[in-house]
């Protein structure tokens, strides 16, 4: 079983407000996502880290930003949240980026700005 | 563009029948080729993968099977049960290290 978490799990706030999504996983993974996934529709890379003080934007334009300070450690944070970041959001980490690596998911964090 | 396509947003199947999921891709420097299942508030859980070496591939109840030419795999659910209703996403990658590229996603619901 994946040891990687993510809270909270639902959050509910107002616009304007900032906002932090925390990422923990205890696997000794040094890659690390955020996934932004809207119902009936693919996953989109917003975020990766291969490591240690490296962050690289994804596919998926977005507002918010990432740190890596510490391996097990990968959050995400909305300056300033917006009815549009309105989502779910998807935090996994692997062994390799691709090949013949598997992605491990947390359970996501469900965000609705009001 | 969409690299990974699931032209089938849903799909029902009976319990006890074969559930069949598709998905076709166009990056032709995909060589690797995963299953995920995800239900409603939580996150997607690894059920099977692919190489491009093989053409088959399966793990219980799961097989996936891979047409490299048609670009088109497909997960079989032999046989289907109550439990295996989920959203099922196709993601795939690269040996270069390119990351994972997910579909849409088909909902498979099956009933009892």
């Known amino acids: 079983e994946a040891d990687i978490y993510q809270t909270p799990r639902y959050l509910v706030i107002g616009t304007g407000k900032k906002i932090t999504l925390e990422c923990s996983q205890t696997?000794?993974?040094?890659?690390m996502y955020w996934y932004q996934q809207d119902p009936g529709m693919e996953l989109h890379l917003i975020h990766y880290?291969?490591?240690?003080?490296?962050?690289e934007k994804g596919d998926l334009s977005s507002e918010s930003t990432v740190s890596r300070i510490r391996t097990e450690h990968f959050p995400l944070t909305l300056e300033s949240a917006r009815p549009s970041h309105t989502s779910q959001y998807l935090c996994?980490?692997?062994?390799?980026?691709?090949?013949?690596?598997?992605?491990?998911f947390g359970e996501g964090s469900r965000l609705t700005v009001l | 563009d969409q690299q990974v396509k699931q032209n089938s947003p849903s799909l029902s199947v009976q319990e006890g029948r074969i559930s069949i999921l598709n998905c076709d891709y166009t990056?032709?420097?995909?060589?690797?080729f995963l299953w995920y299942k995800k239900y409603p508030a939580e996150g997607p859980t690894f059920l099977i993968s692919?190489?491009?070496?093989?053409d088959k591939n399966e793990d219980g109840r799961f097989t996936v099977f891979l047409n490299k030419s048609a670009k088109h795999l497909s997960l079989h659910i032999v046989p289907s049960q109550p439990g295996d209703s989920a959203v099922y996403f196709c993601?795939?990658?690269?040996?270069?290290?390119?990351?994972?590229?997910f579909g849409p996603g088909t909902r498979l619901s099956v009933l009892p």
């Open positions: 996994a980490s692997s062994v390799e980026a691709g090949g013949s690596g598997e992605l491990f």
């Open positions: 696997m000794g993974h040094d890659k």
């Open positions: 880290s291969y490591g240690v003080n490296s962050t």
């Open positions: 990056n032709s420097m995909f060589d690797y």
């Open positions: 692919i190489s491009s070496i093989k």
């Open positions: 993601a795939a990658s690269d040996n270069y290290g390119q990351n994972f590229v």
